[in-house]
């Protein structure tokens, strides 16, 4: 059992049984007419969603309830499920604004390409099912047998695609929030769950049918499997493997990230492992095994993604030079950085707080800029917290891992030079850069101190009796 899962007393909900019911079940039978209405009188693509988003949920609660009950705050449950509704109603305006404002994007390419697939799977017919160049790279292509696959168990609907892409990335969100309790266990959980269920653009970008969603979910699973690594938990190979290759089958670069990350994270565990944890050297082996692994795989995939014979650091600031010449353009264009160290420091904050009020010259770009001007109003103020990150780097590698890959992020993406393009891939440093906002708040004062430390100690005695059960 994790130190984490320990029961622990809660306050009673307050609410009753009887009472749920008598909310519910007119809102069941209202649901079910609504159904048999939108049955008769609207498509597929309207009545598929409606019975799918029920059968998610259905699915998905008795596993967020269950996870819940190990958790310190009595809401959680609630919280996780409220969390999911409202992240497979965001498919809704997501989808509105695919269809309806722009009429195009690539979810609508996926979608058409997908029910070309579904019937030779239908069939089991998987030739098609071929990752290769095609003109638009594999990347594309693996999404476009993805959204086959998924058409093919839920039927044709494309905003009933958009919802289960939504609900893939709600999972991935779900694997963020499990790495931050192992990862920082004292941290402020309901701090980081409302940041990381309820930002708007976590909720609104990976919400349809695209690489954003996808990457939210082998991203959070390839995270827990590196905190799991992290902290000599059993199950990490799992998750690290199949995460990566999910990672690897659409944006490899984004492997380099993870291994950086994980990479340096665990040479810092290693260095106070002697202090905390005594390790068998058998497992040592097997987790740099596994980075070294990963390592190799992730930057051969990313040579033959960019089509690139040798990956080095010439090629790399090459193909991001490339990258921000080709997005300088579509109405949203701004000047970016240089790839320097010196222009680190603007490239963070370009990534993860542009637009500013005085750059807006549309509506998306003033939803982004009031929501970047609100994170960094949060970055500030969260400042007594970070300035516990020195003496949390040897005990807590994870936050080594977030930094790491948030700075590496921002040095990768800083060259998409069109604000438009970065509000929807920035939604995957998010995850990992809100961690960093939810570190506790330093205690104050010789008492309080005194029993920081106590408690340190106790939890160093309860980490190693249970790693010394697992061995």
């Not at 699915?59 to 509704?85: T, Y």
């Not at 984004?254 to 058998?282: E, I, P």
């Not at 998010?430 to 906002?437: Q, R, T």
Request: glycine letters at 8%.
């Amino acid at each position: 059992m994790d130190p984490d899962d320990t029961p622990r007393q809660r306050a009673p909900s307050g609410v009753a049984p009887r009472t749920v019911l008598i909310v519910l079940l007119p809102l069941i039978v209202a649901y079910a007419a609504l159904f048999t209405w939108a049955m008769q009188r609207t498509s597929y693509d309207v009545w598929g969603a409606l019975w799918l988003a029920p059968v998610l949920i259905i699915i998905s609660a008795p596993i967020l309830l269950r996870f819940a009950k190990g958790e310190p705050h009595a809401w959680a449950g609630q919280f996780l499920v409220l969390a999911l509704v409202l992240k497979l109603l965001f498919a809704l305006p997501r989808y509105y604004m695919v269809a309806s404002v722009y009429e195009r994007g690539d979810a609508l390419r996926y979608s058409e390409v997908g029910k070309t697939l579904r019937p030779y799977f239908l069939s089991l017919d998987f030739s098609v099912a071929q990752l290769g160049d095609r003109g638009t790279g594999t990347g594309t292509r693996f999404v476009e047998i993805v959204t086959g696959i998924v058409y093919a168990i839920t039927g044709p609907s494309v905003i009933g695609g958009f919802m289960f892409f939504s609900w893939l990335s709600f999972w991935g969100l779900y694997f963020f929030y499990r790495a931050f309790r192992v990862g920082i266990p004292d941290g402020d959980s309901k701090r980081y769950a409302l940041l990381l269920f309820l930002l708007p653009s976590m909720l609104f970008w990976p919400s349809s049918i695209g690489k954003e969603a996808w990457m939210t979910l082998v991203l959070g699973m390839t995270t827990y499997g590196c905190v799991l690594l992290l902290a000599q938990r059993r199950g990490a190979s799992v998750y690290i493997v199949l995460g990566m290759a999910g990672v690897l089958a659409v944006r490899p670069h984004m492997a380099l990230l993870v291994v950086a990350g994980l990479t340096l994270g665990y040479v810092l565990r290693r260095g106070s492992s002697q202090r905390a944890v005594r390790l068998s050297k058998f497992r040592t082996l097997v987790g740099l095994a596994l980075i070294g692994g990963i390592t190799l795989l992730a930057i051969r995939q990313v040579s033959a993604f960019f089509g690139i014979d040798e990956f080095n650091l010439d090629t790399a600031t090459d193909t991001i030079e490339q990258s921000g010449d080709r997005t300088a353009d579509g109405g949203s264009e701004f000047e970016g950085g240089g790839s320097s160290l010196r222009d680190l420091p603007m490239n963070v904050l370009t990534v993860l707080f542009r637009p500013f009020a005085f750059e807006v010259n549309n509506i998306q770009a003033l939803l982004a800029a009031l929501e970047g001007t609100m994170l960094l109003l949060l970055f500030v103020l969260s400042l007594p917290r970070l300035r516990t990150i020195p003496r949390r780097l040897r005990s807590q590698p994870y936050i080594t891992y977030c930094i790491t890959y948030t700075i590496l992020f921002c040095y990768l993406f800083s060259s998409f030079q069109n604000f438009g393009i970065l509000a929807r891939q920035r939604v995957l440093v998010f995850p990992v850069f809100l961690a960093l906002l939810a570190l506790p708040l330093p205690t104050t004062g010789p008492r309080r101190s005194t029993g920081q430390q106590n408690g340190r100690r106790r939890q160093r005695v309860t980490d190693y009796a249970v790693a010394a059960t697992r061995q």
